[in-house]
């Protein structure tokens, strides 16, 4: 059973930062891959960021890269978005994704998500 809880969401001004956490309940191992992803309303969900557990390189949406970092505790079993020069096209709900296998684009398990609004 894997249980997802995230927070750290909020309205921000644009060019401001947010960190997101998401703290993991079940299994973790070198090979299960840790995502975020992000839905507005009237647009498809998108994947943001994403890491495996273990040693690897993290991938990004374009669109993010320079701005976002993903990262991870182990030892908290936790994972971390930090978001920085947000903008207004970065306002969605944001969520927690987990994935046994190779796939990072659908993940087994989702979190409730955690909504971030970028405005003035």
């Known amino acids: 059973q894997v249980q997802l809880v995230e927070s750290g969401g909020g309205w921000v001004q644009p060019g401001g930062s947010l960190r997101l956490s998401c703290v993991v309940s079940?299994?973790?191992?070198?090979?299960?891959?840790m995502t975020w992803f992000r839905q507005d309303p009237g647009k498809e969900r998108e994947f943001v960021a994403g890491?495996?557990?273990?040693?690897?390189?993290?991938r990004y949406l374009d669109s993010v890269k320079g701005r976002f970092t993903v990262s991870r505790d182990n030892a908290k079993n936790t994972l971390f978005l930090q978001m920085n020069s947000l903008k207004p096209e970065d306002t969605a709900v944001y969520y927690c994704?987990?994935?046994?296998?190779?796939?990072?684009?659908?993940?087994?398990?989702w979190g409730q998500g955690t909504r971030v609004t970028v405005s003035s």
């Open positions: 994704a987990h994935s046994y296998g190779s796939n990072w684009y659908e993940p087994d398990h």
């Open positions: 079940g299994p973790l191992s070198s090979t299960t891959i």
């Open positions: 890491l495996r557990w273990g040693p690897a390189a993290p």
